[in-house]
């Protein structure tokens, strides 16, 4: 994910403003490229003449970025509400934070920092690193990522039980696609290949590793055949075949 920043100018018909003035590339330490596009303005015009974009830009557009601020060219870059863009601009989708910067006389710095999306949230949104949930409008979803579902003020302690069952089906070449709670603390997953597990109320890491240590070894053979592995049981665990119906089969292990 490259950073790069671009300077030019907000596009809107404007008398005032004339030919552009300068383009260079300038290589960074790090291999990040700054591009920078200046305007000219007419002498002694010191309003918004120029902004300088820096980002990653994979999911959230400059040009939208400029046209929400091309109402603000030729303002007073001194008179500018900087909190309030910043919050304006960070509510388009897929930003996470904006830092706006005046540079005298008449530019405007624009740090603009994507959301990192680890995973979907249900069907309304996405989750962050940080485990917040957002939501990005019209833009395109990636349909890659695991989906996580619960409670939204669970959605931090969904997604770091997910880190964890992660890490332990790792181990064992298996990974989980879904994990959900519900309101009353119950957790089931799914894993990449269809299988449901039903973990039940308890720790659901620990019922992950009660799967991969006992109900894995005893069905791997059989796996394609599996619906769900139902582990809310304390001595063992019951097995759904995906037959319509349903024969269940008994297997016990600690």
């Known amino acids: 994910m490259s950073v790069h920043a671009r300077r030019y100018a907000p596009q809107r018909p404007a008398r ?17 490229l700054l591009v920078a596009v200046g305007w000219r303005a007419l002498p002694g015009y010191t309003g918004l003449a120029w902004l300088e974009l820096e980002g990653s830009f994979d ?27 910043e919050q304006a ?3 388009m989708g897929w930003v996470d934070r904006v830092r706006l910067r005046r540079i005298w006389p008449d530019g405007l710095h624009v740090d603009v920092r994507e959301q990192q999306a680890l995973a979907r949230w249900g069907e309304i949104g996405l989750v962050n690193s940080r485990g917040e949930v957002f939501t990005v409008g019209d833009a395109h979803m990636p349909e890659h990522l ?3 579902d619960g409670p939204l003020e669970h959605a931090a302690e969904v997604l770091a039980t997910w880190r964890e069952v992660t890490r332990v089906l790792e181990r064992h070449e298996q990974r989980a696609d879904y994990l959900a709670v519900d309101r009353r603390g119950s957790w089931r997953a799914v894993l990449g290949n269809g299988v449901e597990l ?3 109320p308890d720790d659901p890491v620990r019922q ?11 069905l791997a053979d059989r796996m394609a055949e ?29």
């Not at 001595?235 to 089969?249: E, L, Q, S, T």
């Open 146 to 148: 695991p989906v996580l």
């Open 208 to 218: 992950t590793t009660r799967f991969v240590r006992t109900g894995l070894p005893e």
């Open 16 to 32: 005032r403003w004339s030919r552009p003035l300068l383009v260079t590339l300038v290589l960074l330490p790090g291999a990040a």
């Open 198 to 200: 039903r973990l039940g």
């Open 226 to 254: 599996v619906a769900y592995v139902d582990l809310r049981y304390t001595n063992g665990f019951a097995v759904a075949r995906r037959a319509a119906r349903r024969d269940h089969d008994a297997a016990e292990g600690s």
């Open 89 to 91: 601009l960070g509510e």
């Open 59 to 85: 999911q959230v557009s400059e040009q939208r970025i400029a046209e929400r601020l091309s109402e603000h060219r030729g303002r007073s870059v001194v008179a500018l509400d900087l909190r309030a863009l």
